[in-house]
């Protein structure tokens, strides 16, 4: 059985979400938990938000055992751009494009 939580338009680049995923994945619940709330990034504060998400889900939705729940899976892609405009020379304009990153987390039983 696999519970998800999903957080959609995070202002952070998929890339540097991915980076934590890989550390966490396959990993306890609790672990990994710890291992983000060590890691000094803006990423995980983002990720250990949509870990509790999950953890709830389970234990209140489907009365799991948090000992129990591993974190299966992680899917991170790519959200919608903020564009924002960078004036340049002779009245042209170049764009930024602000990413953002769409994340799913599942946990199993």
Same mark, same amino acid.
């Given at each position: 059985?696999?519970?998800?939580?999903?957080?959609?338009?995070?202002?952070?680049?998929?890339?540097?979400?991915?980076?934590?995923?890989?550390?966490?994945?396959?990993?306890?619940?609790?672990?990994?938990?710890?291992?983000?709330?060590?890691?000094?990034?803006?990423?995980?504060? %983002? +990720? !250990? /938000?949509?870990? @509790?998400?999950?953890? &709830?889900?389970?234990?209140?939705?489907?009365?799991?055992?948090?000992?129990?729940?591993?974190?299966?899976?992680?899917?991170v892609?790519?959200?919608?751009f903020?564009?924002?405009?960078?004036?340049?020379?002779?009245?042209?304009?170049?764009y %930024? +494009? !602000? /990413?953002?990153? @769409?994340?799913?987390? &599942?946990?199993?039983?």
């Amino acid at each position: 059985m696999e519970i998800f939580s999903k957080l959609k338009n995070v202002r952070s680049s998929p890339n540097k979400v991915r980076f934590l995923c890989n550390v966490i994945k396959g990993k306890n619940v609790i672990d990994a938990l710890n291992i983000l709330s060590f890691i000094n990034k803006k990423s995980s504060f %983002i +990720l !250990k /938000k949509v870990l @509790n998400s999950a953890i &709830y889900n389970a234990v209140n939705n489907y009365k799991l055992k948090l000992t129990l729940l591993k974190v299966s899976k992680i899917l991170v892609d790519k959200g919608s751009f903020m564009k924002r405009v960078f004036p340049r020379a002779k009245g042209r304009v170049n764009y %930024i +494009l !602000k /990413k953002t990153s @769409n994340i799913v987390l &599942y946990v199993s039983y």
